[in-house]
C-alpha cells in the first residue's frame, strides 16, 4: 500500500530520504546511508551528497560531485612526503561532517590504489596537549595490535613500538610539556617498510588547537592524513593559520547549516534521485509530495527570537524532519485504508501542518 | 539652672547662722568662733544653692540663670541690707514682690548691679539673683563667685558661690569622637587602605609574574587564538569563545575584581575594541598581538 502510494501518486521509486535501493533496483547497504552516509562501505551512495561545505579554506580538496565524490584531492606525488595531510572539518551535531570525512577517507583510498585506510579514531579529553599525544600513541598501538600480524611482521614490530613507548612514557609522562617526538620517529621506522596501507589519525572530538598541530607534529611522518572533526570555529581557524604558514599541507571545510533556500534544493535533489523515471509532475507541484509550505514551516522563527542572520539548520535534522514528516503521512494514508487510486493527490501532500507535527515530535522526543 | 539638695545647702545656713564667719569654712572651725550677739541681728539667707550651673543647650545660647532666694535678720531687725555679688560680671539683683512671676529676662534687662533692702527683719523678703550666660566660665572647675550681705552695723556677710558651665551632651560626644573615635576610626582606616593596598601589591606581583612565567603561551595566545576570536562573525560565539578561552589561559585569574567584571560586560556586549583595550592595559608585552587582532579598532 505506501508503495503504491510512493509510485503511483508521488512518483517516487524509494523512500527519498533512506532510501534501499539504487537506481538500477539493487538493495544499497542500509548502513552506508544509516546515519551519515559512508561511500568506503557502499559507492553508490555518492548521489546522495548534497554540498553543503564551504571550500574557501580547502584550495586542494574540493567540490563533491556524485560520480567522484571529491572532485579534486591532494596528490601525495605533488605533496611534501614528510608530512601528513590535515583535514580540519567544522561543523556542529548532524551538520554531514561525518559523511564529508568518509568521502575524505573515500578519496585517501582511491590515490593509495585502492587499499582501504588504517583509521585510529581518537576521542579527545581535554585540552593538555602532553596527554592528548600519549592518548594517540596509545590508540595507535592498540588500532595496530588489532590488525594482528598482516602484514607478516607487524606484531612483532608492534612489540617494539610499545616496548619503546612504555620507556619514553614512564619517562615523560608527568611532562605536561612532552611531544614524544623520538619515540613516533621510532613508530615510523618500525612501520615504514611494514604498512603499505595509508594511516589515517581521525579525532572525532576533542582537544584544541594546540594540541591538533602538536599531534600532526607528532604523527605527520607516521600517518599519511590526519582528520579533525570539531564545532569550534576558533579553534579550527587558529590550527588551520598556525599550520598554512608552516606546510601547504592543510585544509580547513566548513559544513554550513542550510538556510531555507538551500534546504529546498536539498529536498528537490533528494526527490530527484528517486523519482519514477519518466514521471510528469504537476507544474505546480515540483516538490511532490511536498509543499513549498512544509519548508517555510521549519524557518520561521520561534517567538521571541530576534535575530540578525537567517535561521540554518544542520543536514541531519533537516533529513531526519523531512523523513518524519513523509513516514507519518505515509502511516496515515495507509492507516486511512484507502485504495492508492482512490485518493486524491491533493489530499495527500505534505504541507506545514504535517511538518509542525513532526518537527514538535522531535522536539519531545528530544 | 540646677540646684544642689541636702549638703549643698549647709555651708550657707551656717553663714546665716553666724553672721561673722565666711561660707566656705566648716561647721567645726564655725562653731569654735564666737558668735555674733543677737542683739546685732542676724542675716539669714535661704534658698540660694552654693553651686550655680549653667546649661549650655544643644543649639544657640545658653539662658540666663535666675536664682531666687529669701534674706531674713533674725534679731534686731537691719534698717538697710546692702546685697551684692562678687565675681559675677554683669550680676543683677532684685527684690522680688510676693508671689512675682516676673520672666527671669525681664529681671536681667531692668535690674541694678546691687541692691537696698529696707527695714529687714525675721520676715523673709524674696530676692533674684540674674547671672547671665556670658558669667559662667568656660574652664572645666568653674569660678568661684560671692554673694556679699552688709548691714551697717555688722562687717559684711559673705555667701560663697560657685558657678560651673555644663558642656551640652553632644560636646562631651565630639571631645569622645575626637579623643577615642576618631584614633579608631583613623586606626581602621588605615588599616583598610594598607591591607587594599599590600593586596594591590601583591595581586600586581603575581600577575607579572604570571606574565613573565607565562610569556611565551601568552604571545601564542594573543597571536593566534585570541585573533581568530576576535575575527568570530557572531557575537554569541565571540563571547562564549572568548570567555572560555581567556579562563583557560590563566587571564581572569590575573584581574582584579573591578577589571574582571568590566572586562566580562565588554565581552558580553561585543565591544570588541573595549576588551582589546583592557587586555593592551593588562598585558603590555603583548600589545603588538593585541592590536593585530583588531586592525580596524584604533586601539590606544
Given at each position: 500500500m505506501s508503495e503504491e502510494i510512493l509510485r503511483?501518486?508521488?512518483?517516487?521509486?524509494?523512500?527519498?530520504?533512506?532510501?534501499?535501493?539504487?537506481a538500477a533496483g539493487t538493495a544499497l547497504r542500509p548502513d552506508a546511508l544509516k546515519r551519515s552516509l559512508n561511500p568506503l562501505l557502499d559507492a553508490r551512495v555518492l548521489p546522495f551528497y548534497f554540498d553543503i561545505y564551504d571550500w574557501n579554506f580547502s584550495t586542494l580538496a574540493r567540490d563533491i560531485s556524485p560520480?567522484?565524490?571529491?572532485?579534486s584531492f591532494p596528490d601525495p606525488r605533488t605533496q611534501p612526503s614528510d608530512s601528513a595531510f590535515m583535514f580540519l572539518l567544522l561543523g556542529c551535531r548532524e551538520s554531514g561532517l561525518d559523511s564529508l570525512a568518509n568521502l575524505i577517507l573515500l578519496k585517501i583510498k582511491e590515490v593509495a590504489s585502492g587499499l582501504e585506510p588504517l583509521i585510529v579514531e581518537v576521542e579527545l579529553a581535554g585540552r593538555e596537549k602532553a596527554k592528548n599525544v600519549a592518548t594517540v600513541a596509545k590508540l595507535l598501538l592498540e588500532t595496530l595490535r588489532n590488525e594482528g600480524d598482516e602484514p607478516p611482521g607487524l606484531e612483532k614490530a608492534v612489540k617494539k613500538m610499545q616496548a619503546a613507548w612504555d620507556r619514553e612514557y614512564e619517562r615523560?609522562?608527568?611532562?605536561?610539556?612532552?611531544?614524544?617526538s623520538d619515540v613516533f620517529q621510532s613508530f615510523r621506522n618500525q612501520l615504514k617498510d611494514l604498512i603499505i596501507r595509508p594511516l589515517v589519525l581521525k579525532i572525532i572530538a576533542g582537544g584544541d588547537n594546540d594540541s591538533w598541530v602538536r599531534i600532526h607534529n607528532a604523527v605527520k611522518r607516521t600517518c599519511s592524513h590526519v582528520i579533525v572533526m570539531t564545532p569550534d570555529i576558533a579553534y579550527a581557524k587558529t590550527a588551520y593559520n598556525s599550520m598554512s604558514t608552516q606546510t601547504q599541507n592543510v585544509a580547513w571545510i566548513r559544513a554550513v547549516p542550510l538556510t531555507r533556500d538551500k534546504a529546498q534544493q536539498f529536498l528537490q535533489q533528494r526527490l530527484s534521485n528517486e523519482r519514477v523515471s519518466g514521471a510528469v509532475l504537476p507544474p505546480t507541484r515540483p516538490l511532490l509530495p511536498f509543499l513549498t509550505e512544509a519548508i517555510d514551516v521549519l524557518y520561521e522563527p520561534g517567538s521571541g527570537e530576534k535575530r540578525t542572520e537567517a535561521l540554518a539548520h544542520p543536514v541531519g535534522w533537516l533529513r531526519r524532519m523531512l523523513y518524519r514528516a513523509l513516514r507519518d503521512r505515509l502511516d496515515s494514508l495507509v492507516a486511512a485504508g484507502v485504495a492508492a487510486a482512490a485518493l486524491d493527490l491533493e489530499t495527500t501532500l505534505i504541507g506545514a501542518e504535517q511538518m509542525k507535527q513532526a518537527a514538535q515530535l522531535d522536539a519531545k522526543r528530544i | 539652672m540646677s540646684s544642689r539638695p541636702a549638703g549643698a545647702w549647709t555651708p550657707g545656713l551656717l553663714a546665716l547662722m553666724c553672721?561673722?564667719?565666711?561660707?566656705?569654712?566648716?561647721a567645726e572651725t564655725a562653731t569654735k568662733k564666737s558668735l555674733p550677739p543677737l542683739e546685732q541681728g542676724v542675716i539669714v539667707v535661704t534658698g540660694l544653692p552654693s553651686v550655680i550651673e549653667s546649661r549650655v543647650p544643644y543649639l544657640g545660647d545658653a539662658p540666663p540663670q535666675c536664682i531666687d532666694f529669701s534674706v531674713s535678720v533674725i534679731g534686731k531687725s537691719a534698717p538697710e541690707l546692702h546685697i551684692t555679688t562678687v565675681a559675677v560680671a554683669n550680676a543683677r539683683l532684685r527684690e522680688l514682690p510676693s508671689n512675682s512671676t516676673e520672666a527671669c529676662n525681664i529681671t536681667g534687662k531692668s535690674a541694678p548691679r546691687s541692691i537696698f533692702l529696707h527695714d529687714v527683719n525675721a520676715t523673709e523678703r524674696r530676692v533674684r539673683l540674674f547671672i547671665p550666660s556670658?558669667?559662667?566660665?568656660?574652664?572645666?572647675q568653674g569660678e568661684a563667685a560671692k554673694l556679699l550681705l552688709v548691714k551697717l552695723d555688722s562687717p559684711p556677710s559673705e555667701q560663697a558661690l560657685l558657678l560651673l558651665r555644663q558642656n551640652p551632651e553632644w560636646q562631651n560626644l565630639i571631645v569622645w569622637l575626637a579623643g577615642v573615635v576618631a584614633p579608631l576610626i583613623a586606626a581602621a582606616l588605615s588599616y583598610v587602605i594598607k591591607t587594599a593596598y599590600d593586596r594591590r601589591k601583591a595581586h600586581n606581583e603575581s600577575a607579572e609574574a604570571f606574565r613573565r612565567q607565562h610569556a611565551t603561551d601568552l604571545a601564542d595566545f594573543f597571536g593566534n587564538l585570541y585573533k581568530s576570536t576576535v575575527e568570530l562573525e557572531t557575537p554569541d560565539e565571540y563571547a562564549k569563545t572568548l570567555e572560555r578561552e581567556l579562563e583557560a589561559k590563566g587571564i581572569l585569574g590575573t584581574l582584579d575584581a573591578g577589571q574582571l567584571d568590566r572586562l566580562r560586560a565588554a565581552v558580553r556586549a561585543n565591544d570588541r575594541r573595549l576588551v582589546g583595550n583592557i587586555l593592551i592595559h593588562k598585558f603590555p608585552e603583548n600589545s603588538e598581538a593585541i592590536r593585530r587582532a583588531h586592525p580596524g579598532d584604533r586601539l590606544r
Open positions: 503511483q501518486l508521488w512518483k517516487l521509486r524509494n523512500d527519498p530520504f533512506f532510501p534501499t535501493l539504487d560520480t567522484k565524490g571529491l572532485v615523560q609522562q608527568f611532562n605536561t610539556n612532552a611531544d614524544y | 553672721a561673722w564667719i565666711p561660707c566656705a569654712q566648716s556670658e558669667s559662667f566660665p568656660r574652664r572645666a
